[in-house]
Structure formats: C-alpha cells, structure tokens
C-alpha cells in the first residue's frame, strides 16, 4: 500500500514538474493593438503566429479594434493601459508623440529601407516614432472603356487641371458624371496643394486655408461639381458611395487610394487603370500619408515588443501584406518587387511609387483632427 501511494506521489510530483517547464506557462506576454478589415487580418494573424511560433518564450496578444479605433487608444494610455505595440497613422501621431507616451524609434528598428519623407511623415520634433508600414497617396482611377467610347486619350503624367476639367466634360453624358467628389478633406486637399495652398502651413504654426492659393484650388474642386457639374451632388449619389458609382460606371474618374485595388480588381466587369493627378500651379501634389507601428513608452516589456516590429516590418512579412493588393508597400525593396509590380491591375501600379516622389507629408500638429473636423462641416455648405 505504501509503494502504491509513493508510486502515485511520484506521479503527481512528475506532472507537477512538467507543468511548471511547461514554456507556453510562462511566456512573455505583449499585447499589440491595430484595425483592419477582416481581409487584412487573416494576414496579420498567420503572421503573428509566425512569430510566436519563432519565439516560443513571447506570446502577442492581439486586440483588434475594427471602429473609432484611436478613441479606444486614446482611453488605454489614460488608464494607464496601453498596448505594447500600438499600429498608429501619420494623422495621430503628433498627439502620443508631444505627449511623450511613445518610446523613439533610434537604433531599435532598421530604417534604410524608407525613403526619407515617409520617415519625415511618421516623425515629430525630429525623431521618428513608428517604424513604417505602408504609404497612402491618392490616384485617379479611371475607365478605359468610357474613354474610348468618348474617344479620349488616357489621362498623361503631365496633364493639368484644365484637361482634366475639359475630359471631365466630355466624360459627362447619359446620366454619367466625369469624376469623382467627396466632401471630405481627404479628397480636396490636393487640389489645395497643387495650387500651393493647405490647410496647415508647413512649419504648423497657422491655418491657411483662407489664403489665396488655398481659396484657389478649393473653388476649382467646389465648381467641379456646383458651377460645371461634371461630378455629382450629393442628392444625385444618394447612398452610393464613390467606388459603387464608378463600379457601376455611372463616374469615369475616381480620386482615391491603394485600398480599393483589391475590390476593383474582383467587382469591376469593365477595364480599367490609374493614373497621377492632374497638375496645378505647383505641379501634382498629393498628401504622403503613412502608417506604422509604434511602441508604448511605458511599456514594460520594450525589447519583445521592438522584436515583434522588426518581424512585421521584415521583407517576408511585407510581402505577405503587399500581395493582397490592399497597400502600397513603404519598404523599397518591396516596392520594387513582384509582390507589387506584377501583371494585375492595375497596369501602370508604379504610378503609386512615382507618387511618392512628388507627394507632400500631410502637414500635422496635435490639433489637425479637430481643424479638418471643423472645417468639414464648414464646407458641407460650400459644397452643397
């Protein structure tokens, strides 16, 4: 009886002992917050795991906050609860950043791969914050088969504003608008910028949207659709969106950016390809907007944390991300690849790189929301 019940101890002593070796018990635990629709994270995930699975001793616990994603972010730092690794934009930055809740980039991260102004974009008072992700620039997508049935010639890298004013015309027939229009600054910041205007100026001291060359780009784009209405007013798109409107074929010119490739791609019945936007005073300039991942200030666990960056924004991981079309790759290494150049639509995808050349970083301070949130309401009345 006695061997019986020390051969039962033994036992339980061994499973004991095997529970506490047990690695998966006693793991370093880093919790990363980000968006992302659904197609985006059944990327993410697999990468995650991937990386658990590199370093067993890290688990990443994953929050995903699909809606008012940075109100969220906003209410863990000031519970003191914030996320180790936080996946952040160019727009909000400056406001973690001047409140000093995230640790500087320095020589945590390689950053050679990036061109310097999408660095610039993720940066404050000189130091960069976020290890890039991708860049977002805006395009002209455009249907082939409406231009040639209007018989135009596809829109050049060195058209201006008035050929596109004057295509925009001749694209707008039968119940068709020519381009594109949206009320939000997103969409009528280049025209503003073209013409050498903003809302911000560069060195963010003041507001310059009331200037003359501001004033200038933001009458063109009002009159696109007020005095020559070549794109619709809003009781004319109803509850259709800009992308419906031109996958339906009733817009022949749509401003916008990378994330619509892969819905083009599978929905549109039509062929269709993207071009730069038109040139102003100042020759095409669109906002360089970009985004990244950052790593929480107080942080208790920075080296996984900065381990788990560098593996997102390592080149096989990128490519995973670049491949499903959904962003324009900030690593050039990638950019320059397969995974981005290849034969899908759209033809000309180099536009996207050629962009970043001539594109702008969206002038930010930590305001910016709360102007453009007051000036999009203004403008509803311009507009409409």
């Not at 995930?45 to 109100?71: A, R, S, T």
Request: charged share 25%; aromatic share 12%; hydrophobic share 40%.
């Amino acid at each position: 009886m006695k061997n019986k019940f020390c051969k039962i101890l033994a036992i339980f002593g061994l499973i004991c002992l095997l529970c506490a070796c047990n690695p998966k018990e006693n793991r370093t635990v880093i919790q990363f917050a980000s968006w992302g629709s659904k197609s985006e994270i059944d990327i993410i995930k697999p990468l995650l795991e991937d990386f658990e699975e590199e370093n067993p001793d890290i688990k990443v616990d994953f929050m995903h906050i699909p809606q008012n994603y940075f109100q969220k972010i906003h209410l863990l730092f000031a519970s003191n609860t914030p996320p180790d690794v936080i996946f952040i934009n160019n727009l909000y930055l400056p406001v973690y950043a001047n409140a000093d809740v995230l640790e500087p980039i320095g020589d945590n991260a390689d950053c050679s791969f990036y061109e310097e102004n999408v660095l610039k974009s993720l940066s404050w008072n000189g130091k960069l914050y976020a290890v890039p992700r991708d860049v977002s620039n805006l395009v002209i997508f455009y249907n082939k088969n409406l231009f040639d049935k209007a018989g135009l010639s596809y829109p050049s890298d060195k058209w201006t504003f008035q050929e596109f004013l004057e295509m925009a015309k001749k694209l707008t027939v039968d119940g068709r608008f020519g381009v594109s229009f949206e009320e939000d600054s997103l969409f009528f910041l280049p025209y503003l910028m073209s013409e050498g205007g903003g809302i911000l100026s560069d060195d963010l001291s003041r507001i310059i949207i009331d200037e003359l060359q501001s004033v200038k780009g933001l009458k063109f784009y009002a009159d696109l659709r007020k005095k020559y209405h070549v794109a619709p007013k809003a009781e004319e798109s109803a509850s259709a969106t800009m992308a419906q409107m031109f996958l339906q074929g009733k817009i022949a010119m749509h401003l916008s950016g990378r994330w619509l490739v892969p819905k083009y791609r599978e929905e549109a019945d039509f062929d269709w390809d993207i071009a730069p936007f038109p040139k102003g005073d100042k020759g095409s300039i669109v906002q360089l907007d970009s985004s990244g991942w950052a790593v929480s200030k107080n942080s208790k666990h920075k080296k996984e944390a900065f381990m788990l960056v560098n593996y997102l924004s390592s080149k096989q991981s990128i490519e995973k991300l670049t491949k499903s079309g959904l962003i324009v790759p900030a690593r050039q290494d990638v950019q320059n690849s397969e995974y981005f150049l290849d034969n899908k639509k759209p033809e000309h995808a180099k536009v996207f790189l050629d962009v970043i050349k001539t594109s702008k970083p969206t002038p930010v301070n930590v305001n910016y929301r709360a102007v453009v949130d007051d000036l999009n309401q203004k403008f509803e009345k311009l507009f409409n």
